[in-house]
C-alpha cells in the first residue's frame, strides 16, 4: 500500500495570463480571452523599424490554487523576465491556505515592455524562512512586433 505524503501542496490549478476575468459570488472564475502572445504595431511612413517601448496595462494574471496539506500564511512570488534574462521586479501576494480550500489570486499585470520576445514569469510558492521558494511553474508572453510602412510620398515620374 502506498503511503500519501501529508506535507504535499499547495498544487497548482491554474496560471494563466487574460484580459479579463469575471468571478462570481461564488468564487467560480471565467477567464475571458487567454493571451499567451501580444502584438503591438505601428503604422504610418515612417513607422520605426525597432519597437518603441510601451506599457501593457490591460492583461491580469490569474493564479488558483489547492491547499492539500499545506496550511497557514505563504507567498505568491511572480518574477517577470525580459527576453534577454534581465529581471524585472518581483510581484508578492500573502495567501492564507485553509485545509480543504484554496485561493484565487487575480492580479492586474503593468509591464513595461521594450524587447520583442518571450517575456517569463516565474511563480512561486513562498514560505517561512529557511524554507526555500518553489517554482511551481513559468508563464509566456511572447511580443511581436509588427510595423507596417502606408501611406508614404507618392513618386512623381
Known amino acids: 500500500m502506498a503511503t500519501r505524503d501529508h506535507t504535499t501542496g499547495p498544487h497548482l490549478v491554474v496560471a494563466a ?27 504610418g511612413p515612417e513607422a520605426p523599424e525597432q519597437m518603441p517601448p510601451f506599457l501593457v ?30 529581471q524585472l521586479p518581483d510581484i508578492e501576494q500573502a495567501v492564507q491556505l485553509t485545509s480543504g480550500g484554496g485561493v484565487n489570486l487575480i492580479l492586474p499585470l503593468v509591464l513595461p515592455i521594450t524587447l520583442e520576445g518571450v517575456y517569463w514569469f516565474d511563480v512561486f510558492f513562498t514560505g517561512p524562512p529557511p524554507q526555500p521558494d518553489r517554482l511551481l511553474t513559468r508563464v509566456p508572453l511572447q511580443v511581436v512586433y509588427s510595423p507596417q510602412r502606408i501611406g508614404g510620398p507618392v513618386a512623381e515620374d
Not at 20 to 27: A, G, I, T, W, Y
Not at 61 to 84: F, H, S, W
Request: with cysteine; proline share 5%; aromatic share 2%.
Open 17 to 43: 495570463i487574460c484580459e479579463k476575468v469575471l468571478q462570481e459570488p461564488d468564487s467560480v472564475l471565467s477567464l475571458i480571452r487567454m493571451v499567451d502572445q501580444i502584438t503591438q504595431t505601428a503604422t
Open 57 to 86: 496595462s490591460h492583461l491580469t494574471m490569474v493564479i488558483c490554487l489547492k491547499a492539500d496539506q499545506a496550511r497557514g500564511r505563504y507567498g505568491i512570488k511572480i518574477r517577470p523576465e525580459q527576453p534577454g534574462g534581465q
